[in-house]
C-alpha cells in the first residue's frame, strides 16, 4: 500500500492546561506531487494559522472556532511525506511561536480531554479517501451544551465555517507561495488516493481527545471504607 504521491502533513501542536495535544491535516498536490517545504511556505502557513487560532465563531465567512482559552497554539509542523508514508526530507519544519497563542473563548472551564471533531468530507465519501477528521482542543461547542447534552446546531454550523476558514487561510498561503495545493484527505489503501476537502461537518455531541494526559496529576483522593 502507497500513497498516490508526495503530499504535505500540517501538524498543529500545543497545550491544554498542560498537557501536549496535536491534530493534523493533509495538503495535497493539485498536480503529481509536492517539492520540500521552504522556509517561507513554513512561516507563511505559521502566520496564517496563527491569525486564525484566536477567532471566534462568526455566521459569516472569516470566523474562527472559538477555541477556549486553555487551548494554547505553540508551534505548527509542515513536512513532505513520500509514498512510502515516510519523512522525505532530512530536515524537519517547525515554525514555534514567540508565545503561545491562546483561544479567544473563556467562558466556562473545560475538561482536560473534551474535543470537537471536525470531519471533512470528500466529494465521494464512499470511495476511498473519502472522510477525515481533525480533532481540535475544547472549543466553545465543546463546553457550551444544553440539558440533552449536545451543542446547538447554530454553534455546530458556525464551528464547521471556522474550520473551512482555517482550510482557506492555510491554501491562501500556499497560493501566494506559488505552491499548488487544496487541503484534502489522504488514503493508502492500494495504489493510494486523495480527495479534495469539499465539506466539513461538526457534530452536537463533543467527543474525546484520543491522546491520554501525562502531565496533570491525577492526585487521587482514597477513602477507607469504615
Not at 494559522?49 to 509542523?77: E, F, N, R
Amino acid at each position: 500500500m502507497a500513497y498516490a504521491s508526495s503530499f504535505h502533513r500540517l501538524v498543529l501542536i500545543g497545550t491544554v492546561y498542560n498537557d501536549t495535544w496535536n491534530t493534523t491535516l493533509s495538503m495535497v498536490p493539485v498536480g503529481s506531487g509536492l517539492p520540500a517545504v521552504s522556509s517561507a511556505l513554513l512561516n507563511a502557513v505559521a502566520v496564517n494559522v496563527g491569525t486564525w487560532w484566536p477567532k471566534l465563531v462568526s455566521a459569516s465567512p472569516g470566523g474562527g472556532a472559538s477555541m477556549h482559552a486553555v487551548s494554547k497554539l505553540v508551534s505548527i509542523k509542515l513536512n513532505r511525506i513520500g509514498t512510502d508514508g515516510l519523512y522525505m526530507d532530512p530536515v524537519a519544519m517547525e515554525s514555534i511561536y514567540g508565545s503561545p497563542i491562546a483561544g479567544g473563548f473563556s467562558t466556562l472551564n473545560p475538561l482536560p480531554q473534551v474535543t470537537t471533531v471536525a470531519t471533512l468530507r470528500g466529494t465521494s465519501e464512499r470511495a476511498h479517501a473519502g472522510k477525515g477528521r481533525m480533532y481540535l482542543p475544547p472549543t466553545r461547542s465543546a463546553v457550551e451544551i444544553a440539558s440533552d447534552g449536545r451543542t446547538s446546531t447554530t454553534l455546530a454550523g458556525d464551528t464547521a465555517r471556522g474550520v473551512i476558514t482555517l482550510i482557506k487561510t492555510i491554501v491562501d498561503a500556499y497560493n501566494a507561495q506559488g505552491v499548488g495545493a487544496v487541503a484534502g484527505i489522504a488514503s493508502r489503501v492500494g495504489a493510494g488516493a486523495f480527495q479534495n476537502v469539499a465539506k466539513v461537518s461538526v457534530g452536537r455531541v463533543p467527543d474525546t481527545m484520543r491522546s491520554r494526559r501525562n502531565k496533570q496529576l491525577e492526585d487521587p483522593q482514597t477513602v477507607i471504607i469504615t
